[in-house]
């Protein structure tokens, strides 16, 4: 709808709240002026299938040592 409005891509996504944070709008309104709108798309999307695989990488990192630490805290409870 807001394109049919005559908004820019920018401001669509903006007013749409996708998520997108401001690092990605701003790639999406330098790609409207320099017209490297698929690219810039591809470019996004690899950065946040490598942001969530960083985030699945820290919270399995994290899983064995919260599991020792809540066991201990265990042991010094039953004891």
Known sequence: DNLILAQNL?????????GL????????KT???TGKISEVFSQISKLREKSL??????KKAFRYPTLV?????GAFLFL
Do not use: D, G, V
């Open 10 to 18: 920018n401001q669509a996504f903006e007013n749409a709240n996708f």
């Open 21 to 28: 944070n401001r690092a990605e709008l701003a790639l999406i």
């Open 31 to 33: 790609a409207e002026k």
């Open 53 to 58: 695989e960083t985030q699945k990488q820290l």
């Open 69 to 73: 630490f809540l066991s201990i805290i």
